[in-house]
């Protein structure tokens, strides 16, 4: 077989292959999904079951944590098959190094479940203990879905995975801000929210909307118009108002505990219309690698069709190197002059028309590899802007003793200051870290 | 056996696996070393044979087709070799469909020589058609190295790649300043060098400064000074008295034809010891891959050793969850709290120091991926730059119906009016493709 040819069906074959190694950590990325939503539905009950001081919410918490220890068992099986743990190394999902170091951090956070549930049940923990818990587990889980959105190596389900990425995180900042605000309605005011309460609550609200903005600029158009209409059903009237409040209570204004629940109730409610949102997109992954690897198969370029149409030709003994001499090159690349003894293996030369046509597929193959790159390097700037943003934070809260929304406002009011991209900022506060003094 | 150790172990098998088919690249990278050097030997030869009109160097030609030939045949050999160009998609190497997709046009330019040394036999072309010939394989050759650079996922082999990639570049256009001199000095003047003769001898200068200063900057230490050495001994003044003739004569002045074969030794032995320096990096590329894997191996805090250390491990039954409590959860990931029923599969609980400490091995995994990946963006980051200005570059010429040289002028020249660099005008151009005007 010409050898060009057999390494031209190779780079197909490979591409295919790592298309079906997407669709993998797209069904991880499915399941993750699930459990995120169980756990934050969990936390949420935990807290109010802690705030009651074990008086109330006790059977709707015993549910939520059957949901949720349903999806993390499904989330272990789905890692537990052979094919996904024990895989030779060569079989790994995309980025394997990388995804499964986050796995296994994840599987690592999950495993300290068990002792978060016995703490609430004892009531040995508080509410604010219990979220910090079940936060710590869901960033894990999240940073698992970040992984796999930075190591897909296609743009459209890398796109995606973008999309769902932000939209999960916006979700997860919209429960931290039903947990903090629960527990301030609960707490009668500022006393249990702290002196920043209101900073913190106002730093939850806009990140979430950046990220819903990050989302919405990666989400396709099908999931963009049912997230509008999604976005008109949620009670933004009811939580705007309670927002105020609990703003209000951060200048020293009393809270009613009894809006306690109807803040839970508005909260939730919203949370679960997000998840329909979630839900479509976490489809949508699965269909889009299924609809690439159809495409790619159905490629009527496919050098594998070449291949067949090869086996089918005609003898055309007709030297090559005669009809298409040096000086016809084009294109950059020349036009072959097989050399003699290099046929393909069923003894048939291949036909100027068609070595012309492998030399069309090449091109074509070359340029389309080259468009992806070139698309996969935009979307993930967007998630290279992040790390260096989180990176920063940490830096901060590290050598400056700040907390992450502290962290995080320091960044942005330096930026607004200084009249530059939050980006730059976090850049510039990397590249000083050795300079900054630690504390304690 | 624990799930979360189960993970780590799959992701150092991935680190080492990764890294083995990363050697296999480099060692296609060594032998494609080989060929290009023997091809820009023949190229030469070929050139003063046409030149010549046949008249002399003939067995000296005879002598260098013969020794490119043997150096495209191990390449051909090497790519051969069933575990390469049959494997299972899952074992290709590293950019399996880009690096294949190289291959494939570096085979397909390859197939064109044995029409290109036909014609020179025939004497059927002339010395610049020959040059045009060979060079376009060369540029297929060398975009292979190019994507091998671009696909490598381990920051230090990656350096060595993008350091080699840049020496070859260099070396290719002092081949090509080697050969449009020697048509030069064998026309008498400008006449075969044309009007602007003395402009593209300037662009191959700069450009082979430029690839060389790219070159040291990403050079190891020890190759540097062997390459400082090589340089003292390059004939530098009889070099530069020879181009500034070549310069001269771009300006109206006559050639003496007698000085091509002065002029051509001398650019050749220049690139003779060029090569010394390219054979220690392509041989250094095998070491950095070999020290690596090794490397990942002794790491005492290698999953697999603790694996072992479980496996002799005395009996620990205490329960963890009561040694550790959720509320011991430190550095942002937490403390495991191990559900029961998850023990190993011999048995033995894993004690609560061996837990700790492999958390702390997945805390060091983590930071030294995150790290490599940061160093990697910061090399690709170079490669992503040339990408631009060869775009920027294509179209131009495509467009403004210029010569490769005038494009990379043109480029370089708004750049310095304009105060920018020179990969923000190639972006500009790349923005603006869609409203240049098109030439007939």
Redesign the interface.
């Known amino acids: 077989m010409d050898?060009?040819?057999?390494?031209?069906v190779?780079?197909?074959?490979?591409?295919?292959?790592?298309l079906e190694q997407l669709a993998r950590s797209c069904e991880l990325v499915h399941a993750v999904s699930e459990l995120v939503h169980r756990l934050q539905a969990e936390r949420g009950a935990s807290n109010l079951h802690l705030a009651s001081g074990g008086a109330s919410f006790g059977a709707e918490r015993a549910a939520r944590v059957e949901a949720s220890a349903a999806a993390e068992a499904a989330v272990?099986a789905w890692?537990?098959q052979p094919e996904v743990?024990?895989?030779?190394?060569?079989?790994?999902m995309p980025g394997?190094?990388?995804?499964?170091?986050?796995?296994?951090?994840a599987?690592?956070?999950l495993?300290?479940?068990?002792?978060?549930r016995?703490?609430v049940d004892a009531l040995r923990?508080t509410a604010g203990?219990a979220t910090q818990?079940f936060s710590?587990?869901i960033?894990?889980l999240l940073a698992l879905v970040f992984e796999a959105a930075d190591v897909a190596a296609e743009p459209a389900v890398s796109r995606l995975l973008v999309a769902l990425f932000n939209l999960m995180q916006g979700k997860e900042l919209a429960g931290q801000e039903r947990a903090s605000g629960a527990a301030a309605f609960a707490a009668g005011g500022a006393a249990s929210a702290g002196a920043r309460g209101d900073q913190a609550l106002l730093h939850l609200i806009e990140a979430q909307e950046a990220c819903f903005e990050r989302f919405e600029a990666f989400c396709p158009p099908a999931v963009r118009s049912s997230w509008e209409q999604a976005r008109a059903r949620m009670p933004m009237a009811e939580l705007e108002r309670l927002r105020r409040k609990l703003i209000a209570a951060g200048q020293g204004a009393a809270l009613e505990p009894a809006l306690a629940e109807p803040w839970f109730a508005c909260c939730s409610q919203r949370l679960e219309i997000m998840r329909e949102t979630e839900v479509a997109l976490a489809d949508g992954l699965r269909a889009a690698c299924a609809q690439r690897i159809a495409a790619l198969r159905a490629d009527p370029d496919d050098p594998q069709s070449l291949l067949r149409a090869l086996a089918g030709l005609p003898a055309a003994p007709a030297a090559l190197?005669a009809l298409?001499?040096?000086?016809a090159?084009e294109a950059?690349?020349?036009?072959?002059?097989?050399?003699a003894g290099?046929e393909p293996a069923g003894g048939e030369p291949i036909g100027p028309r068609l070595t012309r046509s492998i030399?069309d597929v090449?091109q074509a193959?070359?340029l389309r590899?080259q468009a992806m790159?070139d698309e996969l390097?935009a979307v993930r700037a967007t998630l290279?802007e992040r790390k260096l943003v989180e990176r920063a934070k940490g830096v901060l809260m590290r050598h400056q003793g700040l907390a992450e929304d502290e962290a995080y406002r320091l960044l942005r009011q330096t930026a607004m200051n200084q009249g530059r991209r939050l980006v730059d900022v976090a850049q510039a506060v990397l590249a000083m870290a050795e300079l900054l003094p630690r504390r304690g």
């Open positions: 050898s060009m040819l057999a390494f031209l190779a780079a197909r074959r490979c591409e295919i292959h790592d272990r890692l537990a743990c024990q895989a030779e190394p060569a079989q790994a394997g190094a990388r995804l499964f170091t986050r796995v296994a951090f599987l690592h956070a495993d300290g479940l068990t002792g978060t016995a703490a923990c203990e818990h710590r587990v960033a894990a190197g298409v001499g040096p000086s090159g950059g690349a020349g036009v072959p002059n097989r050399p290099d030399v090449l193959q070359s590899l790159s390097a290279d």
